[in-house]
């Protein structure tokens, strides 16, 4: 059973940082693109950045310049530093990642972590 435990959220006041990190777990054969998504209060869900398995990154264009995603492909952990914060980054941050168990493929997500960026 392949699962991703998510950790690293709070509060931070506005211009803080925070690391968030995602750790996939159980039996898995290869972990392919990792990312984070993140939910606003009455917003649907969206892409903040994404790491192929070879290093190649992609961001929202809301948060360019500010987080930056990584990954140890050892742990099968993907990490979203995320820096200058503000207000409006205010969310649930969720894990995706796409694992190979075997030979079957699957769309894996955490169970969300609270960011709050108070003003």
């Known amino acids: 059973q392949v699962q991703l435990v998510e950790s690293g959220g709070g509060l931070v006041q506005a211009g803080g940082s925070l690391r968030l990190s995602c750790a996939a777990t159980?039996?898995?054969?290869?972990?392919?693109?990792m990312g984070w998504y993140r939910q606003r209060p009455g917003k649907q869900r969206e892409l903040v950045a994404t790491i192929t398995s070879d290093g190649s990154t992609m961001y929202a264009d809301s948060v360019k310049g500010r987080f930056t995603i990584s990954r140890d492909n050892a742990k099968n952990t993907v990490y979203l530093q995320m820096n200058s914060l503000k207000p409006e980054d205010t969310a649930v941050y969720y894990c995706n990642a796409d694992i190979r168990v075997y030979v079957r493929r699957n769309d894996y997500w955490g169970q969300g972590t609270q960011v709050t960026v108070s003003s």
């Open positions: 159980g039996t898995i054969s290869s972990t392919n693109a």
